[in-house]
């Protein structure tokens, strides 16, 4: 499969990016060279290779969910740059 300079042409316009012509013909070889480097991993055998989303094996690093004390709202809103007995003080978003 080869990459045109049309079919870069159109990516470079769906992605509204201005692309001059050299820059058009630069990125055109390194499309093809990226996808006859992709022929080239297909020539492998892969059918021993157990399939995998993550290089490493990944596990969950959270803590677990525990129902806990909650901080005391006064100590809570101590370092907040405003507020008053109850509540944080937010500037108004509209």
Known sequence: MKITLDEVEHVARLARLEVSADEKQH????????????????????TEVVPTSHAIDLHNAF????????????ESLENAPEANDAE???PKVI
């Open 27 to 46: 990125l055109t070889e390194q499309m093809n060279r990226i996808l006859l480097y992709m022929e080239k991993l297909n020539e492998l055998d892969t």
């Open 88 to 90: 944080f003080i937010v």
């Open 63 to 74: 803590r677990e969910d525990l129902v806990e004390e909650s901080l005391p709202r006064k």
